[in-house]
């Protein structure tokens, strides 16, 4: 028998970095949705099915015993094939060997990326709104943000206040295009603006384009084809929204050589590798023909455009995306007190998470009167949705 001890009230240290961090807005309504039985319409999961094609490639991949460390840079079908698309689609030429790396998602190419480049103290233009992660990201790094913001409905960033947003500590510009939250695309013209004047203050360009394949009436444009911007340029993409295989965790990073050999380390340090029969069922999809790109986008389109009716039903003001399977809409101000209260209000009443869009914005008084809605659901669920927000009225 051991004697009873007393409860004692112990305070365990914790890291300075992670005081502030909490669970995103993102997973918190997520959580709240689904033990009540509603429709998740606030976190990007992909609710759709992933092409049998990739899925018969990984399955044969565990058959066949793939199933081991690979190469810290990722298996070299998948970066040859990163490499073929990287040309074909995005106007980059890339080294398969030396200048790609297959990491565990964006998220993880991103947080590899941003270790490799940023000291603690070091500066990193974000444009606002803009997606939680890699804020936080950043933050916890021990970077500091610096702001550059863009309004609806158009999303135009002032060149004026960009350029002063430079200074002698900027060692990094971050754009997200086709972005999240926002469904911006931005053009060459504006990806030109940005080249410069990240050569003028000599500082990378890290650029995640993960939703590069689903745009409407505006290419896309990756700043890594411009010659004068390839060799400061980190471009960051993955399988997760193309294949609708958001829980694989299959992303990767191109860019120059040296900064790539960089993060292959630190990613090899963090995950070791990026799962090896996942890795495989990749290289299956990368081999998709174009047609399965454009139903792809086609889609979206439908589903875009099912979800800004309904919104505009119930009096809401819907930015309608060029990019991305998000959009943000505007209720008018007194209509509820703020986002927050919006989002737990139409959760409650009706079953659909959203998320406030106070939670990606630089200043949230801006995001007061938004919500984000996620509308990468299968129809019958998005159409449920729809059905759903449509009892709230005006």
């Known amino acids: ?154 999303w135009k960033f002032d060149a004026g206040q960009l350029a002063a947003a430079f200074n002698d500590r900027t060692r990094l510009i971050l754009v997200n295009t086709p972005a999240n939250p926002s469904g911006k695309v931005y053009s060459e013209a504006e990806l030109r603006t940005i080249a410069e004047l990240a050569n003028r203050h000599n500082c990378w360009v890290v650029t995640d384009e993960i939703y590069e394949y689903i745009t409407h009436d505006r290419p896309h444009v990756s700043v890594g084809a411009f010659p004068q911007a390839r060799e400061r340029t980190i471009t960051i993409s993955g399988a997760s929204k193309t294949y609708a295989v958001t829980g694989w965790r299959v992303g990767y990073t191109v860019g120059p050589a040296a900064v790539i050999d960089k993060i292959a380390v630190v990613s090899d340090l963090f995950y070791i590798c990026t799962p090896s029969p996942l890795q495989h069922g990749i290289v299956a999809g990368l081999g998709l023909p174009d047609s399965y790109y454009t139903r792809m986008c086609e889609d979206y389109r439908v589903k875009r455009d099912l979800t800004a009716d309904a919104l505009r039903a119930i009096g809401f003001d819907p930015y309608v995306p060029y990019g991305s399977y998000y959009m943000l809409a505007a209720f008018d101000r007194g209509r509820w007190p703020d986002a927050k209260t919006a989002c737990e209000v139409i959760l409650e009443k009706v079953g659909v998470a959203t998320v406030p869009g106070s939670a990606f914005y630089r200043n949230p008084e801006d995001g007061q009167n938004q919500l984000r809605f996620c509308y990468a659901k299968k129809m019958p669920e998005l159409e449920e949705a729809c059905r759903r927000l449509r009892k709230l009225g005006r």
């Open 1 to 154: 028998m051991f004697p009873a001890l007393e409860c004692l009230s112990v305070t365990l240290p914790l890291a300075d970095r992670v005081q502030s961090i909490q669970q995103s807005a993102i997973r918190r309504y997520s959580a709240i949705c689904a033990a009540m039985g509603g429709v998740n319409l606030s976190q990007g999961v992909c609710d759709q099915p992933a092409p049998d094609a990739v899925k018969a490639a990984a399955k044969k991949a565990i058959d066949d015993d793939h199933a081991t460390y690979t190469n810290l840079r990722g298996i070299i079908e998948l970066r040859r094939a990163i490499a073929a698309k990287m040309e074909k689609f995005n106007g980059i030429r890339c080294d398969p060997e030396t200048e790609v790396c297959v990491n565990v998602g964006t998220a993880g190419s991103f947080a590899c990326a941003a270790l490799s480049i940023l000291n603690p103290g070091d500066e990193a233009i974000v444009f606002s709104p803009f997606y939680s992660y890699h804020v936080n990201l950043l933050t916890l790094i021990g970077a500091r943000v610096t702001y550059v913001d863009m309004a609806p409905p158009d």
